[in-house]
């Protein structure tokens, strides 16, 4: 069996990466440094730990399920120990993008991130309609890039983040540079920002006298509908004259002229990921 070593395997993310490495065609070697890290993996997934040298020693692939703000600092311990050959997975491109990994030849360097389960979905259990984040039971995608090793690292990289990630839809191959504009300037820098923006937005209604559940149906009702139709899920719909009215009117009241250039620019993006690596936790 392909041997995995999973770094931060206690963590709230290591320990969903452990429970879906534990019934896999994998083997597996658990490194958690904290106590409390540890006793949460055993719990969960009946997994004991074992030391870093231990769990390196003989792996194929090393998954780096750890903060941002430290891939670069455990990269720089462990890039030097691990066997020639070995494929380093990182779970996010902001590190790798930021140039935060060694230099090293002879070992690979593969980026995963999950897109997390879609809005428009064929989900029917329950316990998949509430898994929200994905790798539990909802279905979701993933994108993958192989920074550098041979070609048949990729495959194999590949086949562990669809473990890892899964039930996995469909897996994108993209550049790591293209998985740092999708996050964090597409998913956060605007995703998230408005997102929170859209709640400012119900309770200001709520402020002025609508009823909270009122305003809560009205809007998330009419995000469906108008997400079916800007993502064209629903290609048939339309946005009605009003809509495009207050559309038109909106746009120069709420945006910036130029802000897409300024949040996808490249400095821009790379100054979000330095920025990330140094306060994410």
Same mark, same amino acid.
């Given at each position: ?10 963590g ?5 990466? =452990?429970? +879906?490495?534990? +019934?896999?065609a994998f083997?597996?070697?658990?490194v958690?440094?904290s106590? /409390?890290?540890r006793? !949460? ?8 730990? &074992? %030391?870093? *040298?231990? =769990? ?9 399920a &750890? ?7 455990? =990269?720089?311990e462990?890039?030097?120990?691990? /066997? ?5 997975i &990182?779970?996010? #491109? #902001? ?5 935060q990994?060694?230099? !090293?030849? @002879?070992? %690979? ?11 428009? +979905? *064929?989900?029917?259990?329950s @316990? ?21 090793g041979?070609? /048949?690292?990729?495959?194999?990289? +590949?086949?562990? =983040?669809?473990?890892?990630y899964?039930?996995?839809?469909? %897996?994108? !191959?993209?550049?790591?540079e293209q ?5 964090p ?11 929170l923006?859209?709640r400012?937005?119900?309770?200001? #209604?709520i402020?002025?006298? &609508? ?5 809560? *149906?009205?809007?998330?009702?009419h995000l ?13 719909g339309?946005f009605?004259?009003?809509a495009?009215?207050a559309?038109?009117?909106a ?5 910036r002229?130029?802000w897409?250039d !300024?949040?996808? %620019? ?9 920025d990330?690596c140094?306060?994410? #936790?």
């Amino acid at each position: 069996m392909t041997k995995i070593a999973l770094l931060g395997a206690g963590g709230k993310m290591g320990v969903r990466l =452990a429970t +879906n490495l534990k +019934n896999s065609a994998f083997s597996v070697d658990h490194v958690e440094v904290s106590e /409390e890290g540890r006793e !949460r993996l055993k719990t969960s997934t009946g997994a004991e730990c &074992v %030391s870093l *040298d231990d =769990a390196l020693h003989g792996a194929a692939v090393v998954v780096m399920a &750890v903060p941002d703000a430290l891939i670069g600092k455990i =990269a720089q311990e462990i890039v030097p120990l691990v /066997e020639s050959g070995t494929a380093l997975i &990182v779970l996010d #491109a #902001a590190a790798p993008h930021a140039g935060q990994l060694p230099d !090293r030849d @002879d070992i %690979s360097y593969f980026v995963t991130h999950p897109c997390h389960p879609p809005i428009f +979905n *064929d989900e029917v259990d329950s @316990d998949a309609k509430r898994d929200f984040f994905g790798g539990v039971k909802a279905k979701q995608s993933i994108v993958c890039a192989l920074m550098q090793g041979p070609e /048949e690292h990729y495959a194999l990289c +590949n086949e562990v =983040a669809k473990t890892i990630y899964g039930p996995v839809i469909r %897996s994108h !191959r993209c550049t790591v540079e293209q998985i740092a504009i999708m996050e964090p300037a597409m998913s956060e820098t605007v995703g998230a920002t408005m997102c929170l923006a859209l709640r400012e937005a119900t309770d200001e #209604a709520i402020r002025r006298g &609508v009823p909270r559940d009122a305003a809560f *149906d009205f809007m998330l009702g009419h995000l469906t509908i108008e997400l079916a139709i800007a993502f064209e899920v629903f290609p048939e719909g339309r946005f009605s004259d009003g809509a495009l009215h207050a559309i038109k009117e909106a746009r120069p009241m709420i945006f910036r002229e130029g802000w897409l250039d !300024r949040v996808f %620019s490249e400095e821009a993006v790379m100054k979000s990921v330095k920025d990330i690596c140094k306060t994410a #936790a």
